[in-house]
């Protein structure tokens, strides 16, 4: 029995050294401090706001009037219709800010892509703030909460804000701001550690020149989503990127209302990650396989290597105390501490996501 137990119990043994290791990278990049210290309204740049929308006549309104509300000395904010066909044209049209710009792309592309290029190109301050029109401000000094970590830096041209998802009662919207969290948790630790490999589209900050001066989205894959992502895989280093984790900057998104559209969601978010960096698909693909690999070792201990079903429930135990431990701060400072509490069942749920979605991604809607 010994014997045969050797490579299972291997297996687990590795996978729980591995899934720990990735937690106490995760600990020790939110133990960094990423205060901004506060600059003279003289000294702040003027900040182009993006907001690209499609079909959006449900959002639209509440994201404008949120932007164009924001507490900041010079900005203006571009809304690009990507050629709405649900009335959104009409509702933005009626928005009357003198900061409010609104333009109409000019070519019915998949994805987004080339409505964001010309907003960009339509800028006229040389700092662009990206959003998505589901989206609202966590504060009315989001713009300036930007601004400012942008300015701690000569070297920085790009800032990576936090996108979390709006609370809401339910278990699906528990999974999906623990995969916004968890996501956001892996993108963050990675910019710490001097290898940044994404930003969300929900906010993200970049010098106009400098997008231009890497080619825009023109050298990037042809894909239908991720634009922003893979802008930051391709020009993000070490040393031009800054963090902002304060609560102020965070921009809030609902929850997709069903499971069907939150697979269809995340498959478009992964259909990007082929295209990144070696080293960036390396490090989050097995980020996964551990994941996943460490139950399976666990239930063939108990049913090929007659490992006690007690004995492997304290494994599991003690991985998710030690997990909870090490993500508490995180967690608190991406504003989701009370997600700590049902960590158990959201990780066995991430491992059916993790199952799930190479599947279901072979199937997705490519459309905007």
Avoid at 4 to 33: D, E, H
Avoid at 80 to 98: A, E, L, Q, T, Y
Avoid at 126 to 134: E, K, N, Q, R, S
Avoid at 326 to 348: E, I, M, T, V
């Amino acid at each position: 029995m010994i014997a045969s137990a050797i490579p299972f119990l291997f297996g687990t043994g590795f996978c729980l050294v591995a899934i720990l290791g990735y937690w106490s990278w995760f600990f020790l990049a939110f133990q960094k401090k990423m205060t901004s210290s506060v600059i003279a309204e003289s000294e702040l740049p003027p900040v182009s706001v993006l907001v690209c929308y499609k079909n959006e006549a449900q959002q639209i309104r509440e994201c404008l009037t949120a932007i164009v509300a924001q507490q900041y000395p010079s900005f203006e904010v571009i809304a690009m219709d990507d050629f709405s066909s649900d009335g959104s044209g009409d509702i933005v049209s009626n928005i009357n800010h003198p900061g409010l710009k609104k333009l109409q792309a000019s070519t019915d592309a998949p994805g987004k892509k080339k409505a964001l290029s010309e907003a960009i190109l339509a800028a006229s301050n040389p700092i662009c703030l990206v959003t998505d029109a589901d989206c609202i401000p966590a504060s009315a000094h989001w713009i300036r909460s930007m601004a400012e970590t942008y300015m701690q830096k000569k070297t920085t041209r790009i800032v990576l804000g936090i996108g979390p998802t709006t609370y809401e009662k339910g278990y699906l919207n528990a999974i999906e701001r623990y995969e916004t969290t968890l996501t956001a948790m892996q993108y963050i630790s990675y910019a710490v550690a001097g290898i940044p490999y994404m930003g969300v589209g929900r906010n993200l900050m970049y010098e106009r020149s400098f997008f231009l001066e890497k080619g825009g989205f023109e050298t990037l894959p042809g894909t239908v989503s991720g634009d922003d992502d893979l802008f930051v895989n391709h020009a993000a280093t070490s040393s031009n990127v800054a963090i902002n984790l304060h609560p102020e900057s965070f921009v809030f998104s609902a929850g997709k209302a069903t499971l069907m559209r939150f697979l269809r969601q995340k498959a478009r978010h992964i259909s990007t990650a082929p295209h990144y960096k070696a080293k960036h698909t390396f490090f989050l693909a097995s980020f996964a396989v551990v994941q996943v690999a460490f139950y399976g070792f666990i239930g063939l201990s108990v049913i090929l290597a007659d490992l006690h079903w007690w004995q492997a429930g304290m494994v599991v135990v003690f991985k998710w105390m030690a997990q909870m431990a090490l993500q508490a701060n995180c967690f608190s400072r991406l504003g989701q501490k009370h997600l700590n509490w049902f960590f158990p069942l959201l990780d066995l749920s991430m491992v059916l996501y993790y199952l799930v979605m190479p599947l279901f991604s072979l199937r997705w809607n490519k459309s905007w």
